[in-house]
């Protein structure tokens, strides 16, 4: 089935609206152990959706070796990060143990082994039954705030993903307030109006 074929097309996610809920099993490396988490538990929190295609496979763990390494960095930012892929809990534990860009790897896997999940984030592939490459990040209201899908052998950057958080957690402490290409704290930013329409550039000073 589709996005197309759901009777409720709210169910699937798009950008500024409620993330879509979702409530799966996981498997927690940290504490080797399995357990359940949902979206609505983490009302209240910043949170990172990292879909990846798969277990053992070859761009997936240079990924989420580059996600663990910038731990610190999302943790100041208190973002909750969730990997995901279809594959099984059983499956996340056999690969954390023997692949080596895994080893310590700090966050919880989620399970979507039904694929409901990747199906209404948009990035199922109905053929193979596994999840494309999509990053979403939903705000502490429920509503998500970026979506990145990125081709099958195009690996990701946590340095973006960090900066986008940054002007996404700046603009909500500053409604009204616009954030530029290339925005990283203590640069200038824009309060969109008619009056300066045309003249962007004198307006960052450039």
């Known amino acids: 089935m589709s996005c197309c074929d759901f009777e409720n097309f709210s169910d699937v996610v798009k950008i500024d609206t409620p993330a879509p809920l979702f409530d799966l099993p996981a498997y927690d490396p940290i ?5 359940r988490i949902s979206l609505k538990s983490l009302r209240g929190k910043w949170v990172v ?3 990846y295609p798969a277990d053992f496979t070859f761009v997936c763990p240079t990924e989420l070796k ?6 610190k960095e999302f ?6 990060i969730l990997a995901a892929s279809t594959d099984t809990e059983f499956s996340h534990r056999a690969w954390v143990q023997h692949e ?26 109905d ?4 999840a494309g490459r999509g990053t979403f990040i939903i705000d502490p209201e429920g509503i998500c705030r970026g979506i990145e899908v990125t081709s099958w052998a195009l690996g990701r950057n946590s340095g973006e993903l960090l900066r986008k958080i940054e002007a996404l957690q700046f603009m909500a402490k500053n409604p009204g307030t616009a954030c530029p290409a290339r925005w990283t704290p203590g640069e200038k930013t824009l309060k969109p109006s008619i009056k300066i329409a045309g003249h962007v550039g004198e307006e960052l000073g450039a």
């Open 31 to 35: 504490r080797d152990d399995t357990l």
């Open 49 to 51: 959706l990292f879909f």
């Open 66 to 71: 580059d996600l663990a390494d910038a731990k």
């Open 75 to 80: 943790d100041a930012l208190d973002v909750t």
């Open 100 to 125: 080596l860009l895994m080893k310590g790897f700090p966050y919880q896997m989620l399970a979507d082994h039904t694929t409901r999940t990747a199906e209404i984030y948009g990035i199922l592939d």
């Open 127 to 130: 053929e193979t039954g596994i």
